[in-house]
Each structure stands twice: as C-alpha cells, then as structure tokens.
T-cell receptor
C-alpha cells in the first residue's frame, strides 16, 4: 500500500523565493496534517484538515505560510516569501476516522533557505 | 491542556542491553498515548498506542510500553537493544483531534 507521499524530498532556495511543498495522503484518509520539525522547537503542528476543510491553523507561524487542500488526494503548503528561519523538515501526515488516529507520516521535505 | 515530557534527550545503551525511554504526561482525562520512532531521513512511524484498554501495550520491533496512571507515565521498553533500534523516539498524547509530541529522545546503540 502506498503511504503518504511528499514532494520534493529536498528543496534549496534563496531567501525571498516562493516555496511550495506537496502532499498526497493515503487513499481513503479524510484528515491531513502539516508539521514542521526543527532542532530548536521539535515537532510542531502547523495546520490540519478534515474532509478538505481547514480545522485548526493556529500553528501556522505567520501570513507568509498558507495551506490548501483542493481535493481529498492533494495538499500544498506554501511559503511566500521564504526566509532562512523557515529552514526545517516539513512533514505531512494523514489519518482516518473521527478521532483521526493513528496518524501516518510521509518521509518529509527538507527545506533549506539560503 | 495536555502535554508530554520526555526525560533525557539522549540515551545510549549497549547492544543487548535493556532500553528504557521515559515519558510522562499531564492530562485531566484518560489520555490516548503513542510512541513513534523516526529513523534518519524518514518520517515518524507508529510503534504502539494506548487507548484505555490493556495497560501493557505491545508494539512493533519488540517494544512495549506500560501505562501507569498513578505515575502519569508511559515509558517505552525493549528487553534487548539491537543496532537497528538507533533512532529518535517520540512520545505523544492525543488532545482535541491533534497529537501533542514530546521533544524526542535520541537512542544510540553501542556495539
């Protein structure tokens, strides 16, 4: 079975550029989560969707970050403009059911902003 | 608000020795608790979960965890460490549709 698929796996770009991270959840899952992992702050939940609708975006750092889920099989996390402090590993996870457990994680996108 | 605290950011054991990774939680209601493992350059993989059934939970790769309400703990153990167990381990508590993760414990296994 295909797991959560994220692309790209690595992204290196210059400060000020727009960055788009992509996620394909496990087929049939109805909840999707975006996380950010850094050494300083650990694993932080940025936003999560249920049935393609954003439920909680309180973890989104600032207006430069936006996330969309146009359909059940695709989501994007966009950073515009990017800054060096956005460098991190970004994970997408998906789950099924009312309690949204357990969450299944993708392999992440390692983002470096120069 | 619920939270988890993992005691020890780094734990080192010898191959064949007991693995003990500590996790304490704070919760006003019976919690759902999880342990995840993260291998280098990979996402988090579910090891085991506690959802108010048996207090001793068995997971994959020989790991198990015991829920102790009196101690508000959910420590992860494995009787005999293997080199392939070297990874980062995260404890998490379920709250309001979200998982709240601890800071993680990096496990090193020495030959």
């Amino acid at each position: 079975d295909a797991g959560v698929i994220q692309s790209p796996r690595h992204e290196v770009t210059e400060m000020g550029q727009e960055v788009t991270l992509r996620c394909k959840p496990i087929s049939g899952h109805n909840s999707l989560f975006w996380y950010r992992q850094t050494m300083m702050r650990g694993l932080e939940l940025l936003i999560y969707f249920n049935n393609n609708v954003p439920i909680d975006d309180s973890g989104m750092p600032e207006d430069r970050f936006s996330a969309k889920m146009p359909n059940a099989s695709f989501s994007t996390l966009k950073i515009q403009p990017s800054e060096p402090r956005d460098s991190a590993v970004y994970f997408c996870a998906s789950s099924l059911g009312q309690q949204r457990l357990p969450q299944h994680f993708g392999d992440g996108t390692r983002l470096s902003i120069l | 608000a619920q939270s988890v605290t993992q005691l020890g950011s780094h734990v080192s054991v010898s191959e064949g020795a007991l693995v003990l990774l500590r996790c304490n939680y704070s919760s006003s209601v019976p919690p759902y608790l999880f342990w995840y493992v993260q291998y280098p350059n990979q996402g988090l993989q579910l090891l085991l979960k506690y959802t108010s059934a048996a207090t001793l939970v068995k997971g994959i790769n020989g790991f198990e965890a015991e829920f102790k309400k009196s101690e508000t703990s959910f420590h992860l153990t494995k009787p005999s460490a293997h080199m392939s167990d070297a990874a980062e381990y995260f404890c998490a508590v379920y709250q309001g549709g979200k998982l709240i993760f601890g800071q993680g414990t990096e496990l090193s296994v020495k030959p």
